[in-house]
């Protein structure tokens, strides 16, 4: 049994279409787990807020991101193309990051983005996991797929918050951490085309 195992697994991840997928995921999560993991570090140093105050704003951010999943769910039941959702989605998250660590902005305005980055950063997966059963290799590698999918999330949440850390660190101001976001925004919507390419070939044969 754990031949064919073996074999599907492999076969999921040589294959091009389930591997961009997960790395797809890898820049969507790298975004919304690193502007929700660093947001309370954010305002802190840069508000001197207390962490009484941060708490329920951080969770709000990053609850709004489910009322995203439920638009972008929506959104493609309706018939809108996934790779411009996604597309221009990243597009969103690029603008809304420079106005969240903007500090010259105050500070309502950069929370105003935050909560709207997250947001809008909700449509990302909706899109994706619909795009799931197109690039599977076969219906019987749908799971294996989805899978590998999940795996993908798991690196951009380990590689998103470190980078944004070191960049920061490195350059001494928050200013510069939509370096990280719009740099995760760009791949994210480069490898989404990627994607699409491999759904219109897999559609057309």
Known sequence: MRAPVFGQALRTFTRGGPLVLAL?????????????????????????????????????????NVAGNILGGIAVHRGIARWKLVIATFVLIGL??????????????????????????????????????????TAALVGATTGLMMQGSQLGQLVGPVAMAKVVTWTGTWNTAPITLITAAVAGSLLMLVVRRIERRRISD
Not at 120 to 134: E, Q, R
Request: charged share 10%.
């Open 24 to 64: 797809t995921f890898a820049t969507y999560s790298s975004i919304h787990v690193t502007v929700v993991a660093l947001l309370p570090t954010f305002y802190v140093e840069t508000e001197l807020l207390g962490l009484a105050r941060i708490a329920p704003m951080t969770a709000f951010v990053a609850a709004v």
């Open 96 to 137: 809304s990051a420079l106005l969240v660590y903007d500090e010259r902005l105050i500070f309502e305005v950069r929370l105003v983005a935050a909560v709207f980055l997250s947001f809008i950063a909700g449509i990302i997966p909706a899109c994706l996991f619909a795009t799931v059963a197109v690039v599977a290799p």
